[in-house]
């Protein structure tokens, strides 16, 4: 099955710096990568996803990058806030199964 | 629209107990997942429904988990007898179609002592 690891597991930034997460999937069937967030005490939430037939998605300050060749994927958000504040989880889809599997985590904290 | 409803949000039994979750997606969409997220991983996936049949469960510990979707819409989960490693948050998600995004609940947290 699918392998999603996710670096780093926690990232701690000042307020407008640009955070960047990274991940990479195991799968080179894997066509379909959804970042979700988690703020405490929720479910996470879908903020950007992006199919294997494009490069790179953008959405105001979030955006994200495919590298089907290398097999890794990331998050960027740039001119970060305080309530950016949470849980990241990146994963991946397709090939034999469409159920996203999940990476581990990445926490981002960010000081005001 | 509505969001997926979860209940309860918390609880705490003693191992070997019984504990039941409900789930309530979202108005149309015809998938809904449950997922296990233990503390400081990502969630993984313990079964999935189209409508009311299952079409993957082979991450559920048959064992001692069981789950059901009656007339496709509301689903339980059920964990009997309870062990210490089943303390996690417990997810329920439904989505529209195969790759639509998936849209969580809040979750349950599951203590066991």
């Known amino acids: 099955g699918e392998n999603v690891e996710q670096h780093p597991s926690t990232l701690s930034v000042q307020e407008g710096d640009s955070a960047v997460i990274k991940c990479t999937y195991s799968d080179s069937a894997s066509n379909y990568f959804p970042w979700y967030k988690q703020e405490l005490g929720k479910g996470p939430q879908l903020i950007i996803d992006?199919?294997?037939?494009?490069g790179e998605k953008k959405d105001q300050r979030i955006a994200v990058t495919l590298n089907k060749t290398a097999k890794h994927f990331s998050l960027h958000i740039t001119e970060t806030q305080p309530e950016d504040s949470a849980v990241y989880f990146c994963?991946?889809?397709?090939?034999?199964?469409?159920?996203?599997?999940f990476g581990r985590g990445t926490s981002l904290i960010v000081h005001p | 629209e509505a969001g997926v409803a979860q209940s309860p949000r918390y609880k705490i039994i003693e191992k070997r107990q019984s504990v039941a979750f409900w789930c309530n997606p979202i108005?149309?969409?015809?998938?809904l997942y449950w997922y296990q997220q233990i503390l400081g991983q990502g969630p993984k996936l313990l079964i999935q429904?189209?409508?009311?049949?299952?079409?993957?469960d082979s991450q559920l510990p048959k064992d001692r988990f069981s789950a059901e979707r009656l007339k496709g819409v509301d689903s339980t989960l059920k964990i009997q007898p309870a062990k210490l490693e089943d303390s996690a948050v417990y997810l329920c998600?439904?989505?529209?179609?195969?790759?639509?995004?998936?849209?969580f609940g809040n979750g349950t947290r599951l203590t066991v002592t």
């Open positions: 108005s149309g969409h015809a998938t």
């Open positions: 998600a439904s989505s529209l179609a195969d790759y639509s995004p998936l849209h």
């Open positions: 994963a991946a889809a397709g090939g034999g199964s469409y159920i996203p599997t």
């Open positions: 429904f189209q409508n009311n049949g299952v079409v993957d």
């Open positions: 992006i199919r294997s037939n494009v």
